[in-house]
Structure formats: structure tokens, C-alpha cells
T-cell receptor, first 120, second 108 residues
């Protein structure tokens, strides 16, 4: 049974970098059938906002509106993948979900989400 | 890039059939996927690639595409189907993902 667990600071100061990590358990992170990893966020009371995806080979896909501030990476040895969002503002306050799927454009496994608040 | 438009809210009587729609230019070349989100929970994929149901999703959920409109149909919705529903697809470039604004489904 595949499980995803996000981790990271709950509070980040404006202009700093938000770093989140997702740990995968219960499945092989290099299983080619489930080889796309990604991040989506949801501001309080708002809709879903795609951030980025990465294939286990390293190919990446980014939301063009966030691309200049986002880095995504994967560490198969640790069964983890991560996202970094730089120069954060209050508008980046959201629940951040990590994802795992067999295609980059839909997501069949989600983490429970972690709230990241940007505030001084 | 492109946008996906959903009705903000839809209601349906228990046991009736409801269709939730999603419109956008990117839906002509690309199929939609649909997510159900209940309060305080992560979204759940209910339809992918237009009309495919993941394992464990009841067969009362179905999807279809026509022109620039994708639809999620729930045949005989149950009380537990009351939730927010989001559509998504690749944008017109095929390289980015976009979401609709979501539809709040109320089961009366």
C-alpha cells in the first residue's frame, strides 16, 4: 500500500525559501509504472494549483507562473522527492500536497498535505 | 496556456443523476481528469484520461468529452458524494497542467 508523507517547516518568513520533502513508502520509487512525482498546493479556501512534476529519469514539468521560483528534485536512494519555492510571499501560504502517479498529467496517489504559512 | 471553467456549485437530489461540466480550449486535444475533495481531505482521483475509473471508484462515476467540454456524471449520487469536484487537463501546449476552479456538489 503506497503512502506519501510530506515534511517541512510550517512557517516561513517572506522572501525566504520554502523547502518540502515527500517520503514514499510501500512501493518502489523507481517502479516505472508509477514514475512521476509532483507537487500541488491549495491556498486556504481556494482551488488546486499545480506546481511541478518530475519523472524518475529527471525530466521536469513546471507551472509557468511559478517556474522561475521552483526547483524539484528526486532522490531514489532515499525514496524521497523535494520541492523548493524561493522568494515566498503571503500568497504562497497553502496546503502543499505531494503526488505520485503513472502519468504526469493526473495524480492517483496523494500525500495528506502539509500547511506552509508565510509570515514574519 | 489555457483555462478550465466550472460552475461554482451544483445541487442534485439523492438518487438522481448529476453532470458536472468543465469547459476550455485545451479539452479539444486533451482529455480531462476529475478529482473529488471532501473537507479536510486530500483530493481523490475519480476519473482519468476522460472516462477511466481508478480501482476502487464506484461505477456510478463516469466521464466523457465532447468538443471543448468535459463532463463528470454521477448516476444515483449518494450522500457521501457531496464534495468539491475539480477537473484538470494539459494546457494547449501539452506541457503544463491546468485545473478548473472547482464545483461544489450538494446532495439534497
Amino acid at each position: 500500500h503506497l503512502q506519501l508523507q510530506e515534511s517541512g517547516p510550517g512557517l516561513v518568513k517572506p522572501s525566504e525559501t520554502l523547502s518540502l520533502t515527500c517520503t514514499v513508502s510501500g512501493d518502489s520509487i523507481t517502479d516505472s509504472r508509477r514514475s512521476y512525482y509532483g507537487w500541488i498546493r491549495q491556498a486556504p479556501g481556494k482551488g488546486l494549483d499545480w506546481i511541478a512534476n518530475i519523472h524518475y529519469s529527471g525530466r521536469t514539468y513546471f507551472n509557468p507562473s511559478l517556474k522561475s521560483r521552483v526547483a524539484i528534485s528526486i532522490d531514489t536512494s532515499k525514496k524521497q522527492f523535494s520541492v523548493r519555492l524561493s522568494s515566498v510571499t503571503a500568497e504562497d501560504t497553502a496546503i502543499y500536497y505531494c503526488l505520485y502517479s503513472s502519468a504526469w498529467y493526473y495524480f492517483d496517489y496523494w500525500g495528506q498535505g502539509t500547511l506552509a504559512t508565510v509570515s514574519s | 496556456s489555457s483555462e478550465l471553467t466550472q460552475d461554482p456549485a451544483v445541487s442534485v437530489a439523492l438518487g438522481q443523476t448529476v453532470r458536472i461540466t468543465c469547459q476550455g480550449d485545451s479539452l479539444r486535444p486533451y482529455s480531462a481528469s476529475w478529482y473529488q475533495q471532501k473537507p479536510g481531505q486530500a483530493p481523490l482521483l475519480v476519473i482519468y484520461d476522460g472516462n477511466n475509473r481508478p480501482s476502487g471508484i464506484p461505477d456510478r462515476f463516469s466521464g466523457s468529452d465532447s468538443g471543448n467540454t468535459a463532463s463528470l456524471t454521477i448516476s444515483g449520487p449518494q450522500a457521501e458524494d457531496e464534495a468539491d469536484y475539480y477537473c484538470s487537463s494539459r494546457d494547449t501546449s501539452g506541457s503544463h497542467l491546468v485545473f478548473g476552479g472547482g464545483t461544489k456538489l450538494t446532495v439534497l
